[in-house]
């Protein structure tokens, strides 16, 4: 028997896979028609994919560092050696919940138990459409809401002709147990939106809160959304993370949101659940709209964007939201999932029709089929894009950089400007002397002591472009779009600086945005993950928003740059200078952003080396002091990474439990 089908029966007789959630978790290894379990051996394991709820593969991966290095699949490892070992198959969700989640709600409690009345602050009205829903989890929906300690809310069910009966009788019970309960039951079936439509006409409160039929609020969910609302008063739309839970309870999968990221929703609904609404702004865009069932609460909220300013939006650190993972939901469903992202792209499609803008969206690229992308456009004439390249010698770096750009880029109009800081390697300066001769290539001297800020701002004063690409010399283009992605994201009127996916030689990732706070400072997104992982909630495959990203491969407006002064010459002569920048321009007031569709080799640092001399780790230490004196609030935390996920590592694991609100 060879290994790999040794593999195969290990895993089957453990009762640890299941091939059913693994097909519906995935659907496009159902469209593959492959079977599962030879699926996960040769693709799922790499790409973190679970074999069924009762195993976490990046989580054991991740607790596991000896398990990675050997390239060993976690799965089979756990069966035959972690278990005995006493190694867990789950993440750190149950500890977090055992030893954050649980000590400030029963904290709530006993507060709120001491309290003779809790004061009502405003109305909200529960809004719920219901459909031949299993009574079992409808009942678990209602008391969920019944159980909430903040008691000022009423609950607005819609039943949509519901064929089994003893689901309209269950919506009187309980109606007759609680006042708080409202209800109408439709003739006939309106599909969600029509219902959630009824359900909303019930409705009197100052702010609407949507729950599925079948899925279960935290006890304390509304009481955080009441005090989110009189911290914020300017509040038009609140939303918390959310997690999801099984048939029996069982919570998994916590998704640890940012703060208002646009361009992640534009790419995912990543709000979802729970979404908490000023009223009047539903009545004013009128309520949801038919004919995107699948996606109207995603449709709903982009068409409030146009109500809102990101001032008005407020999220909450907090899972107030269980979503239930059973067959038949979004949150599992094959069938389901494939409905929702068509409803959502035309919901997607309509939201910038209202805003006028012309772009293009399609599904997003293997692996992450049921996303968005947005195809942004490039104007004609292309601008000109300046792309800066320092160099020092080493011309076995800068060649296959320079080179992989002239042969592969497709962007169609591009110089490039290399600023020679003192090359006297006989073969660099040959080559310099060879390319500059090409109309489209300039070879700058700049005869000083090394400074990565002042070469770069040297370089940007002799641009012409109006972008500025910085770009390494120990980077290689490895997809040809990659410029005309960055490109058109970075002429977006409203974004800032634009940063590549980045990968090492051996094809996993040196860069996926920079998220504040890692190792004290900042580091890189998702670094060594498999360059086709998904990554956390699938956020290393999707366009989305970022405090900052890498110099190595930077694209952003000349006049934005020129407008902060460029890099920090004095401050930041080597480290941390693009961190620094990316923070400047984004306190004019527009987003940074990263994009996994320009996608280039970065061979970190070969061409520098390391801190390894005195003098190096003297002006180091001196970096490191300003950029916390100067950023302190945003590294310490990051509007863009969430406070319960680590910032020890870059893998967006949960934090130690004493890394909380």
Not at 299 to 308: A, G, Q, S, V, Y
Request: glycine residues 6%.
């Amino acid at each position: 028997m060879s290994k790999f089908d040794h593999e195969i029966r290990v895993i089957e007789e453990s009762g640890l896979f299941d091939r059913a959630w693994y097909l519906a978790e995935y659907p496009d290894v159902k469209e593959t028609g492959m079977d599962p379990v030879r699926h996960y051996l040769w693709v799922g394991a790499r790409l973190h994919r679970n074999p069924s709820s009762k195993f976490i593969t990046a989580a054991y991966l991740s607790n596991n560092p000896d398990v990675a290095e050997q390239n060993l699949n976690p799965l089979v490892h756990f069966i035959l050696h972690g278990r005995a070992e006493g190694r867990s198959p789950f993440d750190r969700y149950e500890k977090w919940i055992e030893e954050v989640e649980q000590p400030v709600f029963e904290a709530l409690d006993v507060r709120l138990a001491h309290s003779a009345r809790i004061p009502r602050v405003c109305l909200i009205s529960m809004v719920m459409p219901v459909y031949n829903i299993d009574t079992v989890y409808l009942t678990r929906a209602i008391e969920s809401v019944r159980r909430q300690s903040y008691p000022h809310w009423e609950l607005c069910i819609c039943d949509d002709a519901s064929t089994d009966d003893a689901i309209r009788n269950l919506i009187r019970e309980m109606a007759n147990r609680d006042k708080r309960i409202k209800y109408i039951f439709r003739e006939e079936n309106g599909h969600i939106s029509a219902a959630s439509n009824d359900a909303l006409k019930l409705a009197t409160g100052d702010f609407v809160a949507l729950l599925d039929h079948d899925d279960e609020l935290a006890r304390h969910a509304l009481y955080f959304v009441v005090r989110a609302i009189e911290e914020f008063p300017e509040a038009k739309f609140i939303y918390s993370d959310e997690d999801k839970i099984d048939s029996k309870g069982q919570r998994r999968e916590p998704y640890f949101k940012p703060e208002f990221n646009l361009d992640l929703l534009y790419s995912q609904n990543y709000v979802s659940h729970l979404g908490v609404y000023r009223r009047d702004m539903l009545e004013k865009i009128g309520g949801f709209r038919l004919g995107v069932e699948g996606s109207q609460d995603y449709d709903l909220l982009l068409r409030c964007l146009l109500e809102m300013e990101p001032d008005n939006i407020v999220h909450i650190p907090q899972v107030l939201y269980h979503w239930r993972a059973i067959l038949g939901s979004t949150s599992l469903d094959v069938d389901e999932k494939g409905y929702a992202v068509a409803a959502g792209m035309k919901a997607l499609r309509h939201h910038f029709e209202q805003r006028a803008i012309s772009n293009r969206v399609t599904t997003a690229p293997p692996p992450c089929p049921h996303f968005h992308r947005v195809h942004w456009p490039i104007p004609e004439p292309a601008s000109l894009v300046s792309l800066l390249i320092p160099t020092r010698n080493r011309v076995d770096l800068l060649s296959p950089c320079v080179e992989s750009i002239l042969e592969k880029t497709t962007y169609p109009n591009v110089e490039i400007l290399i600023i020679d800081n003192g090359s006297d390697d006989p073969a660099t300066l040959k080559y310099l002397a060879q390319i500059k001769k090409q109309e489209r290539i300039r070879v700058l001297p700049y005869n000083r002591p090394f400074n990565y800020s002042a070469i770069n701002n040297f370089g940007a004063e002799h641009a012409r472009g109006e972008l500025l690409g910085l770009v390494n010399n120990d980077v290689e283009v490895i997809e040809p779009d990659w410029l005309t992605e960055m490109a058109s994201q970075a002429l977006r009127p409203d974004i800032g600086c634009v940063g590549a996916k980045l990968l090492y030689g051996d094809g996993t990732v040196q860069h996926g945005g920079v998220i504040l706070g890692l190792g004290g400072i900042a580091g890189h997104s998702h670094k060594k993950f498999p360059g086709d992982s998904p990554g956390y909630f699938w956020r290393l495959q999707l366009v989305q928003n970022l405090s900052a990203v890498t110099a190595a491969c930077l694209v952003v407006k000349k006049a934005l740059f020129d407008r902060v002064g460029g890099l920090d010459e004095k401050n930041l002569p080597v480290a941390f200078n693009d961190v620094d920048l990316c923070l400047r321009i984004r306190a004019l007031g527009v987003r940074n952003l990263y994009t996994p569709y320009a996608v280039l080799y970065h061979h970190e640092s070969k061409s520098r080396g390391a801190e390894d001399t005195p003098q190096k780790r003297i002006r180091f230490r001196g970096e490191v002091e300003y950029i916390r004196k100067t950023w302190s609030e945003l590294l310490d935390a990051d509007p863009c990474y969430s406070p319960h996920l680590t910032q020890a590592r870059e893998d967006f694991s949960i934090a130690a439990p004493y890394h909380r609100l």
